[in-house]
C-alpha cells in the first residue's frame, strides 16, 4: 500500500464580482417591476407581493459580502436575472473545462509535475455542463494528461469524495498521479429571483494534485484518512436533469428546476450530522479534534461554521484555526473547503494535523484527516 499526498492546489478565481448591495439593487429593481406588472392580481389577493432584499440581512444570516461570476450583466440585468453564458461550438473548450484548466495549472505548477505525469483526472461538481463524454476526459485532453478521467457529483461534497476516490485509488496502486478539479458554476444553477437564496452561491474552480508521498518534490500534505457518508434528504434539491423534457408541461420556467433549499432544516439537521462526523473520523483514527491545528470546512455560512468549530473543538475556535473565505466568494459549493485549505495552509508547522470537512445536499459529509511534511 502506498502513501497518497495533496502535492499542490489551485483556484480559478472569475473575472466579476458582484458585491451584495449590487445584488440587492438588480433584486429589488426585479421586485418592483414584477409588483408592477402583477398589479391587478396582487391587489385581488390572487398573488403575492414581492418583499425587497436587504444586504443587512444577508451579511447576518450568511456572512457573506460578495460573490464572484463567469457573467455579471445577465444576473444584474431586472429583464433577465441569471448569467449569460453564451453556448461554445463542440470544437471549443468547454466553460467548466476552461476553469478547471486554470485551478490545474496552478496546482500542477505547486506539486512540480507535468500534466503528461497525470494519470487520472476526476472532475467532481454539483452541476455538470453535460452528460457527456464526461468533461474530466475533456480536461484530461487539453491538459495532455494520460490514464483516464472520470466525473462524479456529490453536490457540496464532490471535492471531498474525489479526494477519496483518489487516495484509495493511489493506496491501492492503480493510478500514481491524480488531478481533482472542482469547476463550480453555482451561478448557473441559482434562482436569483428567489429572496431566500439569491444570495447564497458563488463560481470558482479548485484543482488539487493527489501523488505518493514518496514522489512529492516539495512541501505537501500526507492523507492520513478519509471519511464519507450519505443519508438522504430532500431539503436540498434541484429536479433539472435528462428526464425534463420528456414530461408534460416540463418546458415550463419551474421554479425546482434550480437550487431549492429548505434553508433551516439543512442548518438544524446537517450541524449534529457533521459535528457527531468529524468526532468519529478523530476518534477512528485514535485521536481527537483537540489534535487539529486546523478546520477547513465547507463555506456556506458562517455562524453555522462558527457553531461546527465550537461543537467540535468544545471551545470558540481561535483566530485563523478556521479560515473562512465565505465573506469573498459565497457558497461554492464542493469548492468552499478546498479554497480555504488551499489559502490558508502554507504557515503549518511540520507534523501538525488539519481536518478538510464539507457537507451538502444528500445530505453528504467527507472529512479528510491530513499532516503537513515540509
Ligand atoms: N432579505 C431580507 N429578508 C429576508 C431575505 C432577504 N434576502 N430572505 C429571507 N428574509 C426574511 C424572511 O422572509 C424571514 O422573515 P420572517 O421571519 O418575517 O418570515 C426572515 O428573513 C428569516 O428567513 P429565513 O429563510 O428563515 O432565514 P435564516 O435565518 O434561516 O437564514 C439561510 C437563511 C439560508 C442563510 C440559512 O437558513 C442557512 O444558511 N441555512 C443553511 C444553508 C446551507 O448550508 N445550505 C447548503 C447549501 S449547499
Redesign the pocket.
Known sequence: MHTPAITGTGVFTPPHTITNAELVKAFNAYADRFNQQNAAAIESGEQAAM?H??EE??VK??GIEQRYVMDKSGVLDPAVMHPILPERADEDPSVMAEMALDAARKALAQAGRDASEVDLVICAASNLERAYPAVAVEIQHLLGAGGMGFDMNV??SSATFGLQAAADMIRAGSVRCALIVNPEICSAHLEWRD??????FGDVATAMVVERKEDAKGAHFEVLSTRCSTAFSNN?RNNNGFLRRTRQGAMQDRRDMQFM?N??K??KE?LPMVSAHIAEHMAGEGGTAEDLSRLWLHQ??KT?NDFIGKKVLGRPPEDGEQPNILQDYA?T?SAGSIIAFSKFSDDLPDGSTGLICSF??GYSVGSALLRRCV
Do not use: E, L, Y
Open positions: 418583499s432584499s436587504s440581512f444577508i444570516a450568511s453536490a457540496c429572496r431566500d437564496c439569491h444570495f447564497i436540498i433549499q434553508g433551516r439543512v442548518f446537517v456556506a455560512n453555522m457558497n459549493s451538502g445536499a
